[in-house]
């Protein structure tokens, strides 16, 4: 099982199922899988975030750049770069492409985008 590790500023988000999608660096989730998703790991602070663990429903490759967003499918995906960005807990694309920049000290971030959902028993 994969666990994702959320700094303070995403925490409620995806605790409340507002943020249900993550990028990362490398893809390490797998569709159908399920993930374990904290805050505070490593720390005396960790505290897991959605209990039953999501279920991963897509993982793809995801490249954010200045102007744009590539995707390895863009079916996947809102056409609206805005759209995109709030679904990751920002206020619009120009604040995802800050953030990502300053955080990975580059001019653009490649990675994966790993979205879930609740878990139900069927």
């Known amino acids: 099982m994969v666990a994702f590790n959320f700094m303070p500023q995403f925490a409620e988000l995806v605790a409340s199922g507002v943020k249900t999608q993550t990028l990362r660096r490398n893809q390490k989730a797998k569709v159908g899988?399920?993930?374990q998703l904290y805050?505070?790991?490593r720390t005396k602070n960790?505290?897991?975030l959605i209990?039953?663990?999501p279920v991963v429903v897509l993982v793809d490759y995801c490249a954010i750049r200045k102007h744009y967003i590539t995707f390895?499918?863009?079916d996947n995906h809102p056409r609206c770069q805005d759209e995109f960005a709030r679904a990751d807990g920002f206020a619009d694309?120009?604040?995802m492409y800050?953030?990502?920049c300053n955080r990975y000290k580059a001019s653009e971030f490649v990675g994966y985008?790993?979205?879930w959902q609740p878990f139900t028993e069927e």
Request: charged fraction near 35%.
């Open 33 to 35: 899988k399920r993930l």
């Open 39 to 41: 805050t505070g790991q």
């Open 46 to 48: 960790c505290r897991k």
């Open 51 to 53: 209990t039953p663990d």
């Open 72 to 74: 390895g499918n863009s």
């Open 93 to 95: 694309y120009a604040e």
């Open 98 to 100: 800050d953030w990502f």
């Open 113 to 115: 985008v790993t979205k």
